[in-house]
Nanobody, 118 residues
Framework: QAQLVESGGGLVQTGGSLRLSCVAS????????IGWYRQAPGKQRELVAS?????????DSDDAVKGRFTISRDNAKKMVYLQMNSLQPEDTATYYC??????????WGQGTQVTVSS
């Protein structure tokens, strides 16, 4: 089983930027599609961006973050990143990384909190 640790969150003003990192250890498979998810208080966890593990790393993102968030990965380092620009208060949430395009998730990490002040 892989273990996932997210970091890079913080408090930023509207319009600011953050770069989130996710480092994996254990049995992390580089061919799996990985996504960044977020969960705001009182809401369900949602997938905001994903990147495939092969074929050059094709990406996809939710319409709410398209053009503002960029996902990338470094398989050699077992790292996945989320560059977040033009942050808005509605982006406030706890952010997690995990497998995408499957329900066979790795154990969820603790996530990293992103708070955007207006």
């Amino acid at each position: 089983q892989a273990q996932l640790v997210e970091s890079g969150g913080g408090l930023v003003q509207t319009g600011g930027s953050l770069r989130l990192s996710c480092v994996a250890s254990g049995s992390f498979c580089s061919i799996f599609t990985i996504g960044w998810y977020r969960q705001a208080p009182g809401k369900q966890r949602e997938l905001v961006a994903s990147i495939t593990g092969s074929g050059g790393g094709s990406t996809d993102s939710d319409d709410a973050v398209k053009g503002r968030f960029t996902i990338s990965r470094d398989n050699a380092k077992k790292m996945v990143y989320l560059q977040m620009n033009s942050l808005q208060p509605e982006d406030t949430a706890t952010y997690y990384c995990n497998r995408a395009q499957t329900t066979n998730y790795y154990p969820w990490g603790q996530g990293t909190q992103v708070t955007v002040s207006s």
